[in-house]
T-cell receptor, first 114, second 114 residues
Framework: GENVEQHPSTLSVQEGDSAVIKCTYS??????FPWYKQELGKRPQLIID?????GEKKDQRIAVTLNKTAKHFSLHITETQPEDSAVYFC?????????????FGTGTLLAVQP | DSGVTQTPKHLITATGQRVTLRCSPR?????VYWYQQSLDQGLQFLIH???????AKGNILERFSAQQFPDLHSELNLSSLELGDSALYFC?????????????FGQGTRLTVV
């Protein structure tokens, strides 16, 4: 069935360092890959997304890469700041199929140490 | 504010009871998705409605049901509640059309079963 694996489950970095979170999806029909940030007790919020016709997308300190052949996509955060500390979720969906439901990874707790 | 409204924010009820969670999507959005987030868990997809019709079901228990009304608001009904149903329940909505798949989340309903 549809599955998204996410690693690592926890990640601790020093302020200013880079953080990388990796995801693998199983459904080859997936063509939309968003990343959400969730602060404690709050709703998930979209931070960046990528579609299957693009290999890389960047938005200031955040970038996402996609390898469709390997069914891998990754989130890269550079120059991390304490306010980047949160849980990050990757997701995959088949945009244009019968449903655009998002299948989420299990999340990565990122802690940025000042 | 995402524009997605969920009520109530908090709900405490006893085992065996039934509750109804309500979601109002963003203006113009036709899709409503329900997700369950248990303590320290990821976002588990429950069900997707599009313009009043069920489009996809995830790992939703038979004790749970949902519907989307003509005004596009949705309700998630949870019955014969068990302690393990305690979780944060999120509703998300997205715009119609294959190119608009960003899902906007409500602030969630925290359900505590005692």
């Amino acid at each position: 069935g549809e599955n998204v694996e996410q690693h690592p489950s926890t990640l601790s970095v020093q302020e200013g360092d880079s953080a990388v979170i990796k995801c693998t999806y199983s459904d080859s029909a997936s063509n939309y890959f968003p990343w959400y940030k969730q602060e404690l007790g709050k709703r998930p919020q979209l931070i960046i997304d990528i579609r299957s016709n693009v290999g890389e997308k960047k938005d200031q300190r955040i970038a996402v890469t996609l390898n469709k052949t390997a069914k891998h996509f990754s989130l890269h955060i550079t120059e991390t700041q304490p306010e980047d500390s949160a849980v990050y979720f990757c997701a995959a969906s088949n945009n244009g199929g019968a449903t655009n439901k998002l299948i989420f990874g299990t999340g990565t707790l990122l802690a940025v140490q000042p | 504010d995402s524009g997605v409204t969920q009520t109530p924010k908090h709900l405490i009820t006893a085992t065996g009871q039934r509750v109804t969670l309500r979601c109002s999507p963003r203006s113009g959005d036709l899709s409503v998705y329900w997700y369950q987030q248990s303590l320290d868990q990821g976002l588990q997809f429950l069900i997707h409605y599009y313009n009043g019709e069920e489009r996809a079901k995830g790992n939703i228990l038979e004790r749970f049901s949902a519907q989307q009304f003509p005004d596009l608001h949705s309700e998630l009904n949870l019955s014969s509640l068990e302690l393990g149903d305690s979780a944060l329940y999120f509703c998300a909505s997205s715009a119609p059309g294959t190119g608009n798949t960003e899902a906007f989340f409500g602030q969630g309903t925290r359900l505590t079963v005692v």
